[in-house]
């Protein structure tokens, strides 16, 4: 590897889904070719990364207050900033408190958003499907509830007598169909997201006392637990035992391939599968070698997804890409190789000889 950094493009395919819920999906306006463009956010993809680490996490603090009138609010959780659990080491992790130092660690991946390929070729769709409760099949096990405002101006609900003789005087019928007429928002198409990771800081915490990352006590369990000390470009640091790198980068490497985005609507599930992924120690490669062709047809402009072998970075590509991109010829095994392909460059990577390899 030239650089310190590994740089990874994924693509996938949303169909009729939605990544994150604003109002309906999140999306943000495309000013060149004036779309709305779904998307999911970097922070999003991060933590879904995260969670598909196999591996014990951090237990988090989560802080309430009760103030004088009795009112409870939530204050600010807490990590304990312990890189021995992998979701710190990888995730990052900051605790600012008044009583005591401010500890930080950035996070040694940077992920992007999850958005179209190319504004042409994904997007927002505006559904008019409405939302629908219906009690016309078993009207006898379903309960009407009917209310009214009183002289105080509180809701009171109308008794069974008193309402039929209402629907009566009013020639009225209480309809057996709820709708809610507002459109949903779904996202399809073809999505990219990229991640770089640092290699130089991935299992590297800095002991830089005026920058810390790490609090004393959390220092003293790290070298009690076989960290080593050591020195990279950022100054002296502890660097992760071998063995535990060699259990957390084959679970990393799957977690970075292999994230789900879920919802908690199930009408809205996506497979969201990989279409295909480049991988490089070159952000301007991976780029290359996923991208959207921009084609003038008709006097109209049209985007064409392309795979680039040509180009200067390893490309996995998986059977499903023959279904958007014309060409492409895929294999099943795409995603393992790519997967061995992470785990090699992280394990290759000399963390205890930084400096003198530079």
Partial sequence: MNTPFIYL?????????????TNGQKYYRDSQFNKDMA???????????????DMPFAAITFNWEIDKKGKAGMKEPHSPC???????????????????????????????????????????????????????????DHKVVVSRLDEKGDRVTIPEDELEDWLVSNNRNLGPKYY?????TRASGLFVYDVAIDLRTLFCVSTNKLEPEL????????RAGGWKDGKNIFGNC???????????????????INWRITSNQSRTFSLMETVALAISDNANQIAYAIRGDLREDSDR???????????????????IASSYIIGSVGSSDALEKAEQKLIDLMLAFDYENQLINA
């Fill in 39 to 53: 998307y999911s956010s970097g922070q999003q993809v991060k933590r879904s990364i995260i969670e598909a680490l």
């Fill in 9 to 21: 493009r994924g693509l996938r395919h949303a169909e009729h889904t939605v990544f994150g819920v």
């Fill in 82 to 140: 312990d890189p021995t659990f992998v979701d710190q080491l990888v995730g990052g992790y900051m605790k600012a408190k008044s009583d005591s130092y401010t500890v930080k660690r950035r996070s040694p991946l940077s992920v992007s958003a999850m958005r179209p390929l190319h504004p042409l070729l994904g997007g927002l769709e505006r559904e008019t499907e409405p939302v629908v409760f219906d009690r016309s099949s078993r009207p006898n």
């Fill in 238 to 256: 502890l660097i992760c035992p071998k063995e535990k790198r060699a259990e957390i980068i084959p679970a990393l490497a799957n977690a970075i």
């Fill in 215 to 222: 609090f004393l006590e959390i220092e003293e369990k790290l």
């Fill in 301 to 319: 402009l049209q985007a064409v997804p392309k795979i680039d072998e040509k180009v200067k970075a390893d490309l996995f590509v998986t059977p």
């Fill in 180 to 184: 809610n007429g507002n459109g949903q």
